[in-house]
């Protein structure tokens, strides 16, 4: 057992030495750190903004009511704003996802909703998959760089100088021997991962709870899973090129061109209209009410709200309550086309789940996501609660409309507080298993190859 121990003591040495082993951790610590900047900066960024919400919605009551002094509360409903945020996670900083890309601050009227929701595109999550380098883009695409530069050539280099042949024929444990180079590297490429992270820990001011570990195992069994698909390519015992070359177009594959073909089978196979529709919907269900008999629209409202029936609405002249059940029917009029909205994100994010079956890759991406709380299911969670605030809101001026309450007499400050949604912590339990299985597969595989192809001496220099 000990002179194994000196073999791998002077391999690792060895391996340490090569300047493609320094030069390649020292990129990718370049890229880690600015990783680390880039993802505090933006969230730095958004947290600033949601502070300033609350001071932005005193002042901008106050000039409202100013504004509306003398007027009653149901002209004066129309101006204001009621601000809404979406907080990121502690996590979020790790791993943006989709924050830079959809509203995490969103202000409503008292007017229809649908129309006021969708101030970006609903994205499916492959869509997004290339984005910010952010910390996870550094474990997701730049790790698997440094795993091929590290481990292409692991045998095929000895093999093409010649060297194989006398460690073949000196040795009764040519596995061992195997097992002892790869674990060399998958070492290193280890203690390196754990390094990496825990520098994002103390830089980005991770929690020491239970959604960080589960980053670091996502994490961690995704860079098992790219030691297997290098230890597969090597174990067909080809030339460094051949495996070089390779490992590359994997990584191409997996991490471009799969991605690019998944969602182009997403959008079509789950288009969403919808979301345009639900809006034109809204308006039109608005607008049709103009013409349309004030008794058809207030029937409407009052099916829902029939404690209003006994304030009066004239036929021949405009009043406030008229008008907000008019936007409230708006509302009425895409709600089919509002449900089938959210109803189909979420047939593509199941699909896009059952994508990351065949990619690794995108199943790790959704994990950390997941944990984050910045993918596309946290999102919705978000404008769902954005149109139970709403509600909230026109159920609290509603009765102050309907009765002309003057506008000063008002407590426009005691509306219901707007409540964020709370972190969702279900577990990446599905992306972990899929990194798993693809990781054990190639290790299988990886096996069974090397004991097919290093049996017998190979010399490439004479192929």
């Given at each position: 057992?000990?002179?194994?121990?000196?073999?791998?003591?002077?391999?690792?040495?060895?391996?340490?030495?090569?300047?493609?082993?320094?030069?390649?951790?020292?990129?990718?610590?370049?890229?880690?750190?600015?990783?680390?900047?880039?993802?505090?900066?933006?969230?730095?960024?958004?947290?600033?903004?949601?502070?300033?919400?609350?001071?932005?919605?005193?002042h901008h009551l106050q000039q409202?009511?100013?504004?509306?002094?003398?007027?009653?509360?149901?002209?004066?409903?129309?101006?204001?704003?009621?601000?809404?945020?979406?907080?990121?996670?502690?996590?979020?900083?790790?791993?943006?996802?989709?924050?830079?890309?959809?509203?995490?601050?969103?202000?409503?009227?008292?007017?229809?909703?649908?129309?006021?929701?969708?101030?970006?595109?609903?994205?499916?999550?492959?869509?997004?998959?290339?984005?910010?380098?952010?910390?996870?883009?550094?474990?997701?695409?730049?790790?698997?760089?440094?795993?091929?530069?590290?481990?292409?050539?692991?045998?095929?280099?000895?093999?093409?100088?010649?060297?194989?042949?006398?460690?073949?024929?000196?040795?009764?444990?040519?596995?061992?021997?195997?097992?002892?180079?790869?674990?060399?590297?998958?070492?290193?490429?280890?203690?390196?991962?754990?390094?990496?992270?825990?520098?994002?820990?103390?830089?980005?001011?991770?929690?020491?709870?239970?959604?960080?570990?589960?980053?670091?195992?996502?994490?961690?069994?995704?860079?098992?899973?790219?030691?297997?698909?290098?230890?597969?390519?090597?174990?067909?015992?080809?030339?460094?090129?051949?495996?070089?070359?390779a490992l590359i177009c994997i990584?191409?594959?997996?991490?471009?061109?799969?991605?690019?073909?998944?969602?182009?089978?997403?959008?079509?196979?789950?288009?969403?209209?919808?979301?345009?529709?639900?809006?034109?919907?809204?308006?039109?269900?608005y607008h049709a009410k103009w013409?349309?008999?004030?008794?058809?629209?207030?029937?409407?409202?009052?099916?829902?709200?029939?404690?209003?029936?006994?304030?009066?609405?004239?036929?021949?002249?405009?009043?406030?309550?008229?008008?907000?059940?008019?936007?409230?029917?708006?509302?009425?009029?895409?709600?089919?086309?509002?449900?089938?909205?959210?109803?189909?994100?979420?047939?593509?994010?199941?699909?896009?789940?059952?994508?990351?079956?065949?990619?690794?890759?995108?199943?790790?991406?959704?994990?950390?996501?997941?944990?984050?709380?910045?993918?596309?299911?946290?999102?919705?969670?978000?404008?769902?609660?954005?149109?139970?605030?709403?509600?909230?809101?026109?159920?609290?001026?509603?009765?102050?409309?309907?009765?002309?309450?003057?506008?000063?007499?008002?407590?426009?400050?005691?509306?219901?507080?707007?409540?964020?949604?709370?972190?969702?912590?279900?577990?990446?339990?599905?992306?972990?298993?899929?990194?798993?299985?693809?990781?054990?597969?190639?290790?299988?595989?990886?096996?069974?190859?090397?004991?097919?192809?290093?049996?017998?001496?190979?010399?490439?220099?004479?192929?």
């Open positions: 057992m000990k002179p194994y121990r000196n073999v791998l003591r002077l391999e690792l040495r060895h391996f340490l030495r090569n300047k493609a082993v320094v030069l390649g951790a020292i990129s990718l610590l370049a890229f880690a750190f600015y990783s680390f900047f880039h993802g505090n900066q933006v969230i730095e960024h958004q947290q600033q903004t949601i502070a300033s919400v609350p001071s932005v919605q005193k409202i009511v100013a504004h509306g002094a003398g007027k009653v509360a149901g002209t004066t409903a129309y101006y204001p704003f009621f601000y809404t945020i979406n907080p990121p996670t502690p996590w979020a900083r790790f791993t943006l996802g989709q924050r830079d890309v959809h509203p995490y601050t969103l202000k409503v009227k008292m007017l229809a909703i649908e129309g006021q929701l969708y101030d970006s595109e609903l994205t499916n999550p492959l869509n997004l998959l290339v984005g910010n380098l952010d910390a996870a883009f550094v474990f997701l695409f730049l790790f698997p760089l440094l795993i091929i530069a590290l481990s292409y050539n692991v045998l095929s280099e000895e093999q093409e100088t010649g060297v194989w042949n006398i460690v073949h024929t000196s040795t009764a444990q040519l596995g061992r021997t195997i097992a002892g180079k790869l674990l060399v590297r998958f070492g290193v490429l280890l203690v390196l991962t754990l390094a990496v992270f825990a520098a994002a820990c103390f830089c980005l001011r991770l929690p020491f709870s239970g959604p960080t570990f589960q980053l670091l195992l996502v994490v961690l069994i995704y860079v098992l899973f790219w030691f297997a698909v290098a230890a597969l390519i090597v174990s067909l015992g080809k030339r460094s090129s051949f495996n070089a070359t990584w191409i594959f997996l991490a471009v061109l799969l991605p690019g073909m998944a969602n182009t089978l997403v959008n079509s196979n789950i288009p969403i209209p919808e979301a345009s529709e639900t809006t034109i919907r809204q308006r039109e269900g013409d349309a008999p004030k008794k058809t629209t207030m029937e409407k409202f009052y099916a829902v709200y029939p404690q209003y029936r006994h304030y009066p609405i004239p036929d021949d002249k405009y009043s406030p309550g008229w008008y907000y059940a008019m936007q409230f029917s708006g509302d009425l009029e895409s709600k089919h086309a509002s449900e089938q909205l959210f109803e189909k994100l979420g047939q593509r994010q199941n699909l896009s789940e059952i994508m990351g079956w065949f990619n690794p890759l995108i199943a790790a991406q959704q994990a950390l996501n997941q944990v984050a709380n910045t993918d596309l299911e946290s999102h919705v969670r978000y404008l769902q609660s954005v149109k139970a605030h709403h509600r909230q809101i026109r159920e609290y001026f509603y009765p102050h409309i309907f009765e002309d309450t003057p506008t000063e007499k008002l407590d426009w400050a005691g509306f219901p507080p707007y409540q964020p949604v709370g972190y969702g912590n279900e577990p990446p339990t599905a992306g972990i298993l899929v990194i798993l299985v693809w990781s054990f597969a190639f290790l299988g595989l990886a096996l069974l190859s090397f004991k097919r192809n290093f049996l017998t001496i190979k010399d490439l220099t004479n192929d």
